[in-house]
């Protein structure tokens, strides 16, 4: 039995170093984080892609909702944003077409709206307080490498905790995005939210629905 043990720990050793010198952590300036971050999301913005965002909210270690964003982009100024929010036993839907400088909206079974943009929102102001880390280090998912370049951030007095991972294809281009939000020194997740982009789509036909 106790050379079966041994034997196991040698195998799974093994299996697991070359994941752990591949994956190296390595500490970046936020000078170069954001140069990297900018870079990506510059080549990202001019491809035809569909994003998915999942956001789970938590509660004592349940989840108490589930929002769901689907957006297909059709550079330069065209893009369809779905949003299915899952909330206190309800389900609200908004749907959101963007052309130019026009936005049209609805909520659930509702009638489109139109405005232009700039002509309402909300601004915010307040002190950042937080202290953040920035890293690097490299991934493979199947056969392919990736960047992953990594913030994490203190936020209001050592109350909360974000993590951000944002993995970069060798073209330049994001392929997804890992966050969360944990609360006090327990680091119990409040939030996790997670990013995927397809670059594979046929370009979307994204029409004006009203005139």
Do not use: H
């Amino acid at each position: 039995m106790k050379i079966t043990t041994q034997t196991l720990i040698i195998f799974i050793a093994i299996l697991i170093l070359p994941i752990v010198l591949f994956g190296q952590v390595k500490s970046i300036t936020s000078e170069n984080y954001y140069t990297l971050l900018n870079e990506a999301e510059s080549k990202t913005d001019k491809q035809i892609r569909k994003r998915v965002q999942i956001q789970k909210l938590y509660k004592n270690g349940e989840i108490t909702a589930t929002l769901t964003d689907t957006t297909e982009y059709l550079p330069p100024d065209k893009s369809r944003w779905i949003s299915v929010q899952d909330r206190d036993n309800s389900i609200k839907r908004i749907e959101q077409i963007t052309i130019g400088n026009s936005v049209y909206r609805k909520e659930n079974n509702g009638d489109w709206l139109k405005r232009e943009k700039g002509s309402s929102g909300f601004g915010i102001s307040g002190k950042d307080n937080s202290t953040r880390e920035f890293f690097i280090e490299e991934a493979t998912i199947g056969k392919e490498k990736f960047q992953v370049i990594i913030e994490k951030r203190v936020n209001y007095n050592n109350t909360f905790f974000d993590e951000v991972k944002i993995w970069i294809d060798k073209k330049g281009l994001i392929l997804k995005k890992m966050s969360t939000t944990s609360f006090n020194e327990l680091k119990s997740i409040v939030s996790s939210v997670e990013v995927t982009y397809d670059y594979k789509l046929k370009p979307p036909n994204i029409e004006a629905p009203i005139k």
